[in-house]
Every structure is written in structure tokens, then in C-alpha cells.
Antibody, heavy 122, light 109 residues
Framework: EVQLLDSGGGLVQPGGSLRLSCAASGFTFTSYAMNWVRQAPGKGLEWVSGISASGGSTYYADSVKGRFTISRDNSNNTVYLHMNSLRAEDTAVYHC???????????????WGQGTLVTVSS | DIQMTQSPSTLSASVGDRVTITCRASQYISSWLAWYQQKPGKAPKLLIYKASSLQSGVPSRFSGGGSGTEFTLTISSLQPDDFATYYCQQYSGDSPGLTFGGGTKVEIK
């Protein structure tokens, strides 16, 4: 059974940093791209970042480029999202998502983590 | 970036109704479109990929159609478990990034 366990969220002040983790199991982790998608309270889904199966290619939404960094540890089946210079508008539930199919680095997703809440507030 | 526009934003329907949601892309995306269902407090669930392919385990009352810039998600006979919010998502590699539609909430009439 595929499982994605998101963790690392919490309350952080504007300008602060946080690292999210997503522990994966139940599939061959090294064969699939992984992504992060967020959802602000009461709002829709917004893609944040993606990383290729090998970790050699990374992709970012314009809204987080230069502030967030995605990485993965294929020996521990874990993907990370390092978030710096956090803003109030980054407040959201962050879901990791396993890619089903990708074209040109852009994917659809067949499994999602339950999400971890990041709140940016003073 | 490719913009995805869903309509309607809210839909009121009864159990047994046939329901259709529309998604329009701001530029050509071939069939690189997925549909997801999301219930409150839960992660999204993949229903349809490549515009019309049914994800494994999804009931056959769900179907997807369209190509190019106009797409539909149809529920042939609405069931109590189907009251949720539905999102389309484009994953065309011709444009950087992927985008979701704004969502359609299906409510009980």
C-alpha cells in the first residue's frame, strides 16, 4: 500500500524558515518524481515544487522561486521542502504528491499525503 | 502560464442526477488533463488522467472527455459519496509549471 506521511509544519514568524518532510513507502521511490502542492485555508490547490526521480532536476512555482528548495534522499525514501523567507501568504496545508506521469517535468499525481499545516504569523 | 477555468464554481444536485463540470484551458494542452476529487480535510484523489482515462479503483459513473482546450467531467448518477469539490489540472509540458482549476463544489440540493 502506498503511503506518504507529511510532517514538519507549524507556526513560524514572517521571514522565518521551516523544513517539511514526506516519508514514502509502498512503491519504488527511486522511480518516481515527487511534488509539493499547497492549499491555503478555504482556497484551491496550488502547485509549489517538483523534483525528478533521480533528484537531478527541480522545478518551482514563480511564487516560491528563490525562497523554497526541494530535495530528496533516495536512500531513506524521503522528500523535503526547505522554506525560507516565509510570508503570510505561504500559510497553507502542504501536501506531498507522487507523480503518476510527467511530461517536460510537469506531472499528474496518483497518491497524496494527508498534508501538514504551515502558519506564518507574528 | 496556462490558466484553467472551471465552471460552475458551485453546483447543487440531487442523488441520481447526471452532473457535468467544465474546464477550459487558456491554451492548447492536447489531452494532458487530470481530474481530482477532494473532501473536506482530506487529500485530493485522482479520478481521471489524460482527459478520459479512469484511474484504477474509481467507479465507472465518473467519465472524462474533451481535448485541446475544452474538457468535461461527468458523473452519470450522483451518489451520496460524490458530494465534494472537484479540480481539474493541466500537465502540458509545453509550458513551465502545472496549474489547477479553481474548483467546483458539488452540493446537496
Amino acid at each position: 500500500e502506498v503511503q506518504l506521511l507529511d510532517s514538519g509544519g507549524g507556526l513560524v514568524q514572517p521571514g522565518g524558515s521551516l523544513r517539511l518532510s514526506c516519508a514514502a513507502s509502498g512503491f519504488t521511490f527511486t522511480s518516481y518524481a515527487m511534488n509539493w502542492v499547497r492549499q491555503a485555508p478555504g482556497k484551491g490547490l496550488e502547485w509549489v515544487s517538483g523534483i525528478s526521480a533521480s533528484g537531478g532536476s527541480t522545478y518551482y512555482a514563480d511564487s516560491v522561486k528563490g525562497r523554497f528548495t526541494i530535495s530528496r534522499d533516495n536512500s531513506n525514501n524521503t522528500v523535503y521542502l526547505h522554506m525560507n523567507s516565509l510570508r503570510a501568504e505561504d500559510t497553507a496545508v502542504y501536501h506531498c504528491a507522487k507523480a503518476k506521469y510527467c511530461t517536460g517535468g510537469v506531472c499528474n499525481f496518483d497518491y497524496w499525503g494527508q498534508g501538514t499545516l504551515v502558519t506564518v504569523s507574528s | 502560464d496556462i490558466q484553467m477555468t472551471q465552471s460552475p464554481s458551485t453546483l447543487s444536485a440531487s442523488v441520481g442526477d447526471r452532473v457535468t463540470i467544465t474546464c477550459r484551458a487558456s491554451q492548447y494542452i492536447s489531452s494532458w488533463l487530470a481530474w481530482y476529487q477532494q473532501k473536506p480535510g482530506k487529500a485530493p484523489k485522482l479520478l481521471i488522467y489524460k482527459a478520459s482515462s479512469l484511474q484504477s479503483g474509481v467507479p465507472s459513473r465518473f467519465s472524462g472527455g474533451g481535448s485541446g482546450t475544452e474538457f468535461t467531467l461527468t458523473i452519470s448518477s450522483l451518489q451520496p459519496d460524490d458530494f465534494a469539490t472537484y479540480y481539474c489540472q493541466q500537465y502540458s509540458g509545453d509550458s513551465p509549471g502545472l496549474t489547477f482549476g479553481g474548483g467546483t463544489k458539488v452540493e446537496i440540493k
